[in-house]
């Protein structure tokens, strides 16, 4: 991923608010994407990371939502820009069958979505090829109908046709769900392909933790704002001790053990994460000075320590770890809302 | 890979230019659609095979009808068999007995079956009338054919002599092959006793078929070939926009959602005409008589056709999912079917049935087809422009729907 300038700024967020039916969807939402880069949107359902893409790709009416937003220096606010942007952008939709005609060859379904652009056959052809190639999409089945195709195969014929006119920027939505867990790396290693050959500036919009492997910067969102817009690295670091994680085994784990252990009083800033049935992770400052004192705390407190580990938190980690956070905060707004209302009573 | 010049160009400059890139939009949907149809055999079979299988199928059904079951009747003669002299008033038996000859004319036509004859000339059978009468309410025959009291008389001093047909009217639909049957035994009758001119044949009343052609299948044909037409095309069109689904996914492209509703007009609209071909061709080499112009017909099957592709776009527009198209088409037509005038006369429905009757498509099918092909009609009227009215209402309102319809991918 390359820094650059202004120039290379594809996509441009300015306090992006979403309102359906007074409802707000979206809340003071800001970013920006260099061109290249491929963007993870990660958050559980609700959170708004479609409805954001729905607004960077013209499907949502300018009524529904206000700040300033430019897609490839085009505001999809104005009608006039939709045709414009439309053939800047690409989309991989989640289920392949809302993008592909399954009765129609892989051939011919490119033949279809190019026309839109106005490309000519041969044309759409030979880029078809190349990106089947890229793809691995085996020669054989080019001119065989789609439903004889595998998933897999037909995953990816839809990310060519998401390509076929070059454009600036591929949005990608759930490109892993569906597919099993030995494929989902594949995809993901196409997707990065398919970025470092083309140039092309991607957005994931995702629940697969996993897709941060390749995504230069990760966005998360819930209940539609953006908590975190960084790169994996950067968010990671920012854990308590650049993310390095104690993983603890203990018996007969339940939340009175937790509660035991966030209790450790060398470590105010103390965060656990249960992530099996026995088995926790637990991230704190001065974690080299701090983690025999914590062991001798916990087996002070008739905590049974069966297995220990040290590694460096996965984005996965980062994720659940603000998530949990934000929920904290939400809950001590809630309770301190609570006692305003009972005085005032 | 370069970014390709064709996206960077097509969409920006004058209108003209924009309009150019739509329309080859349009072209490339179209080819779309017909690889998608093409593909779709079943939706083929019934657009194109369907209908001429139809038109075979009651051909031969109605011609099996009229060759294989003879009409029956009873004769009943009223005829005096004397002559009076005018000069000298004396009576004689005439030199020729033209109701035996009447009854070998009814004997010899394979239309025919005489099941009793009854001579109620000079009182011998004075309750003929009524013992014929029992025997028709029984079903044991269709018509009476009665020879007047101076059958004979008239004949042989050169006038036309009387025969009154009294057919069983309880199935109107078969009256008219009792009037061909006993038209065919005094056609018979008059060859055979080279009556000509004496005794003029008028082969068909004004407007009804000619006794060449079969009544049975012409007349079914009024009926069959508007409700075909009609309910093959609506029944075929109900799916096309609901049933896509990258339709939202297209759009996402620079396609617009009325070019592809264009493309799918286009198209149908074709299978129309290939249909309404077909259609016609079987139908005409069956022995379809036509009194007015094939191209007033062909034009006024296309027209209630597009109605119904129109009507059947419109529910796949408004419809959300295939079972609600499913619903509503069945709602459509049932509608459509029990207030075309098939089963009650549109004319003797209240007032406010038949309003909405007359807004419905098929109520214009059967008076324009028939006009066409028993009175010799030309398709343009009322009834045409009516169609032709609900079709661009339907149209207008499939582009409004759609273009307000949100689709998300």
Known sequence: MSTGNLKDIVVNVENLEVTFDEKKIIRNVSFNVRRGEIIGFFGISGAGKTTIIRVLTCQISKKNWTGNVNVTNLSPGSKKNYAKILSNIGYVPQLEELNLYYDLTPLKNVEVFASCYGMKKKEAKNIAMELFSILDIPEDTWNKPLKKMSGGEKKRVSMAIGLIHKPDILFLDEPTTGVDAAKRYDVLSYLKKLNRRLGTTMFLITHDMEAALIVDRAAILRDGKLLEFDSNSNLIT?????????????????????????????????????????????????????????????????LKINAMSRDVAAFRRYFQLRIQEEEEKERLIRIQQDAIEEVEI | MAKSKTNDNWNSGTFFNRLRYSLWRVVRQIKKEFQLLKIDKMNLVIALMMPPAIIMLFAFMSTSASVTIPVKVSVISYDSNTYVNQNNYTETTTWDNYTSKYLDAVKESELLELIEFYDASESEDEYAMETARNEMRDGNIECIIVISVEFTELLSTGYPGIIELIPDSSDAAAIQDKLNAVQDSIKIFVEENDLDPEYVLQEYEEFSIPSKYNFRYNYNMTILLPFMTFGISFVL???????????????????????ILLSKFIVYSIVLALQVFLVLTVAIANGLYIAGSVIDLYLALYMLGFAGVSLGMFISTVSNTKTEANQLFFAFFILIILLSGMFVPIDAMPDYLQTIAYMLPLSHGAPIIKGILSKGKSFIGFDFFWLLGISSVLIILSFLVINRKRYEV
């Open chain 1, 238 to 302: 920012s854990l308590p001790n650049n993310g390095l994680v104690a993983r603890f085994s203990i018996e007969n784990l339940n939340e009175e053990k937790i509660n035991i252990i966030k209790r450790f009083p060398n470590a105010p800033n103390i965060k656990t994460i249960r992530v099996g049935n026995e088995t926790l992770e637990v991230l704190m400052d001065d974690f080299e000075k701090n983690l025999s004192k914590l062991i001798q705390f916990m087996m002070e407190n008739g």
């Open chain 2, 237 to 259: 069109s109900i799916l096309v926009v609901v049933q896509e689904k990258p339709i939202p996914r297209l759009l996402l492209t620079p396609a617009q959602k009325s070019e």
